[in-house]
């Protein structure tokens, strides 16, 4: 018997619960707000624009290119989430047991439908997030006064050092060997502060330690946030938006995957493992709840118009089904980042990003400049 016949059974048993989702294929139309079901679906992503094969490719990379324009978006985002997990991805085997998937599942619900489990899925205190965020918006104070609040925070001063360092690397100034605080806080300029203060201050929400799901996927999971974010605010520019709205949506979006995978990692008693959810019929069900987690935590932060709207609609009807331009900035930026992380080593971005030469030139600057 199936893995979705086994959940459509489970979750007929009449158990007093929230609504489990098991159709691996979204259904069309907006699901409940997260409030009171938070199961919302998201229909198939719809692929990146097409162009004509990417200038000066060789035939390689063009059946390379082909192949990755080819491939199902459910089996891009299969093999996404084995990278995550550092799990091998086989497709051929049988998957978990029916009936603990729904339980799983079922019991995930009540963790998002509680607003009490709900906050306990992150390490950070909510109301740090809207201050310190409120903070990096304010341009009225002056250098000296950045860098003496800065220079406070050890870790958040060597953040702020070392992006100025990699720009002056990168520009007339390269070969300097030091560079002091003050100085860091001209070159990085205020959006380049905003993000160095945002990596140290998101950053926990990604740290784990441990063997759990989520602690295992930690590492993979703040590389992709970092990617994501640093492509989506390119993706923003390029439409007339706000670049660090674009970075901060990059940047927490991946917030869900910690929750959902710690979420699980809370049902100690079913002892879920690996192999329980990298597999191709589970994975649809574990992305949707974490799109309605990255809504449920993030909305309540405040941080700003537009990423509020955006948290409310990424819970409502999932990432690939938004309307939004910021939506679609964080819907490209999340498949590019993906392609990103499947890419064989030392690959050629046309060879393995279809529609490569549509995209705009900030966007791909962005990807090439992506760090390993």
């Given at each position: ?15 007093v619960?929230?609504r ?6 979204a ?8 409030a009171?079901?938070?199961n919302?679906?998201?229909?198939a ?51 978990a ?7 799983m ?20 205190a ?5 201050q ?7 341009e ?18 060597a ?28 070159v ?34 703040w ?36 929750a ?10 079913l ?14 069900h ?6 309605t ?21 990424v ?5 690939d ?5 910021l939506?679609?900035?964080l819907?490209?930026?999340d ?17 393995t ?18 760090p390993?």
């Amino acid at each position: 018997m199936s893995l979705n016949r086994w959940l459509g059974l489970w979750t007929n048993r009449g158990r007093v619960r929230p609504r489990v989702d098991t159709t691996v294929a979204a259904q069309p139309g907006p699901a409940p707000a997260p409030a009171t079901a938070p199961n919302g679906g998201a229909p198939a992503a719809a692929p990146l624009p097409a162009s004509a094969a990417p200038p000066r490719a060789s035939a390689p990379e063009e059946s390379q290119a082909q192949q990755a324009e080819e491939e199902a978006p459910a089996a891009r985002r299969f093999r996404f989430f084995c990278w995550m997990l550092g799990a091998v991805p086989n497709a051929a085997r049988p998957p978990a047991h029916g009936a603990l998937v729904g339980e799983m599942l079922g019991r995930v619900d009540e963790i998002i439908a509680s607003e009490s489990l709900r906050a306990g899925l992150l390490p950070r205190a909510p109301h740090v997030i809207p201050q310190l965020m409120k903070t990096l918006r304010d341009e009225g104070y002056s250098a000296a006064d950045v860098a003496s609040r800065i220079s406070r925070d050890a870790v958040l001063t060597a953040e702020v050092v070392r992006s100025a360092s990699g720009i002056l690397q990168r520009g007339e100034d390269a070969g300097d060997d030091e560079i002091d605080l003050g100085r860091a806080v001209a070159v990085v300029g205020t959006q380049g502060l905003r993000r160095a203060i945002a990596n140290v201050v998101l950053r926990p929400i990604f740290d784990t330690r441990g063997s759990s799901l989520s602690a295992r996927a930690a590492a993979q999971i703040w590389k992709d946030a970092d990617r994501k974010a640093r492509l989506c605010s390119a993706l923003a520019g390029q439409a007339g938006l706000d670049a660090f709205d674009g970075y901060l949506a990059g940047l927490l979006h991946n917030s869900g995957w910690t929750a959902v995978l710690r979420a699980i990692d809370n049902l100690e008693d079913l002892s879920i493992g690996v192999a329980d959810v990298s597999h191709p019929e589970v994975v649809p069900h574990v992305l949707r709840r974490r799109d309605t987690l990255f809504g449920a935590l993030v909305a309540p932060w405040k941080l700003g118009a537009a990423i509020d709207g955006l948290a409310e609609e990424v819970a409502r009807v999932g990432l690939d089904a938004v309307q939004s331009p910021l939506g679609a900035a964080l819907r490209d930026a999340d498949r590019l980042a993906a392609l990103r992380a499947l890419a064989p080593a030392g690959s050629r971005p046309a060879a393995t990003v279809p529609g490569w030469s549509s995209l705009g030139q900030p966007v791909q600057d962005a990807y090439s400049g992506l760090p390993a």
